[in-house]
Nanobody
Framework: QVQLVESGGGLAQAGGSLRLSCAGS????????MGWFRQAPGKAREFVAY????????YYADSVKGRHTISRDNSKNTVYLQMNSLKPEDTAVYYC????????????????WGQGTQVTVSS
């Protein structure tokens, strides 16, 4: 069983930055591929970013490509999402999730989920 806890959310101005963290416990995250998803008010949850177990492969939604960066530190059992050049449309609850493989943008691929952290970007 893997427990995931997100942190680092908050209020930011447009153009600003935030770094989200996702800390794992219960089992090492080093064998899991990891993803970040987000859900804006009134909208379905959507894929944001992916990183494979070693950190050697990443993939991003077009909406965040070039602005956000996913990374991981397996020695700290933590995954990060550095969010730069924030836009009001980045406002959402952000979730990290762990997967043992499968289509990387699909929610059902991910077996474990955190509780989410709120990100609000003001214009």
């Amino acid at each position: 069983q893997v427990q995931l806890v997100e942190s680092g959310g908050g209020l930011a101005q447009a153009g600003g930055s935030l770094r989200l963290s996702c800390a794992g416990s219960g089992r090492t995250l080093s064998t899991y591929d990891m993803g970040w998803f987000r859900q804006a008010p009134g909208k379905a949850r959507e894929f944001v970013a992916y990183i494979n177990w070693s950190g050697g492969s990443t993939y991003y939604a077009d909406s965040v490509k070039g602005r956000h960066t996913i990374s991981r530190d397996n020695s700290k059992n933590t995954v990060y999402l550095q969010m730069n050049s924030l836009k009001p449309e980045d406002t959402a609850v952000y979730y990290c999730a762990a997967s043992l493989g499968g289509p990387i943008t699909t929610e059902t691929t991910y077996h474990y989920w955190g509780q989410g952290t709120q990100v609000t970007v003001s214009s």
